[in-house]
């Protein structure tokens, strides 16, 4: 897997992302002529985190460890030796993670990279396997696009799939393992055809008639209504509908109530006047400010939900690593407070 382009490599060879202070000492130990080598160890502080970015940690050392001689860059990726658990490996509290064993003027440069890998995937992996448990085993898609700077996708889309998602919704997100993005009709192609959601859906269905549809039902905050007339018009050909009603606004069928936003009171009479109109193989897929927490509720009150579209609740919190020399020569040495321990 070929996680970094060339351009991105080069920066990251020449300390372009990496602390300054990591960078000068790379430069004092290399005047020095210093090779000691060091055992690096990772860990985090969190208890029950889906660790996640390993893969592409290693590809990172085994292509920016080293250093320029001239206009040279210099591989001595063989000096390491790097232990580490996998991901999707489940991580209790303090848990060391990683060991990088090599003399540490050939990797000092990378501790800000590899370091933020870690942070940023095991968080998304960990979101999201918090709202797969919630969702029990009903499918949980990655709909965090529009959340981040876009560049970040393709490892989220990855981080995403360690942590459970079923589906994602850009090309980027399903790169790095061959999966296949996932989507409905969007509120646009409803207003550029004059606010008609049955016939935007005719117009996808003739132009994509092997991706399943899936219809945003509530462009004129009207689920029940908008769902079943949908139905009546596509019959078979549609999969689903979404339910991604905004929370501060009441759908029509709960005008005289304050529930505000996608409520299982919603979805369970868009269920059941879907079924009442004859539909009932049509799913039913809810998004709109959903958490691992709201899922839950959801799923106490047994909701007759399909799948989850999660999104910007996935990116969020923290979940920070910290690397420590704790053996110098092969014997212990570290700040006070750390400790070697074995990975298991």
């Known amino acids: 897997m070929n996680f970094f ?8 060879r020449r300390d372009y992302y990496s602390a300054v202070y990591f960078h000068r000492t790379k430069k004092l130990l290399l005047a ?31 292509q920016a460890t080293g250093y320029w001689q001239g206009k040279k ?10 232990k580490t658990r996998t991901d ?12 990088i064993t090599g003399p540490y003027v050939y990797f000092a440069h990378l501790e800000s990279v590899y370091l933020g890998i870690l942070a940023r995937r095991t968080l998304v992996a960990t979101n999201v396997r918090k709202a797969v448990n919630a969702a029990k085993k009903k499918p949980v898609i990655f709909f965090a696009d529009r959340f981040d700077y876009f560049l970040n996708q393709e490892g989220d889309g ?18 790095w393992w061959k999966g ?30 092997r991706v399943p549809l899936i219809v945003l039902v509530d462009y004129h905050n009207d689920c029940v209504g908008t769902a079943v007339a949908v139905a009546d018009a596509l019959g078979d050909r549609l999969w689903g509908v979404r339910l991604d009603t905004s929370s501060d606004m009441v759908d029509v069928s709960f005008a005289k109530t304050n529930q505000k936003g996608v409520t299982p009171e919603l979805v369970r009479l868009v269920r059941l006047s879907l079924t009442k109109a004859g ?8 998004s709109g400010g959903f958490t691992a927490e709201k899922i839950a509720l959801f799923e106490q009150a047994q909701t007759h939900v399909d799948a989850y579209g999660v999104g910007s609740s996935l990116l969020k919190g923290e ?26």
């Open 5 to 12: 382009t060339h351009d991105t490599l080069d920066r990251i």
């Open 32 to 62: 020095e002529k210093n090779l000691i080598p060091v055992t690096m160890q990772v860990f985090q502080r969190n208890e029950g985190v889906v660790l996640c970015g390993v893969k592409e940690v290693i590809e990172l050392l085994k």
């Open 73 to 82: 860059w210099i591989n001595c990726a063989k000096s390491l030796e790097v």
């Open 88 to 99: 999707g490996d489940i991580l209790r509290e303090r848990e060391p993670v990683m060991h």
């Open 158 to 175: 990855y981080a995403a799939h360690v942590g459970g998602a079923t589906s994602v919704c850009t090309p980027a997100h399903a790169a």
């Open 180 to 209: 296949k993005p996932v989507g409905t009709i969007p509120h646009a192609l409803i207003t550029i055809n004059g606010g008609d959601t049955v016939k935007a859906a005719r117009q996808f269905v003739k132009h994509f008639p």
């Open 279 to 286: 539909h009932k193989k049509v799913k039913i897929v809810v």
């Open 319 to 344: 979940n920070d690593f910290t690397a420590d020399i704790v053996r110098v020569n092969g014997k212990f040495e570290a700040k006070e407070g750390r400790r070697f321990h074995e990975i298991h």
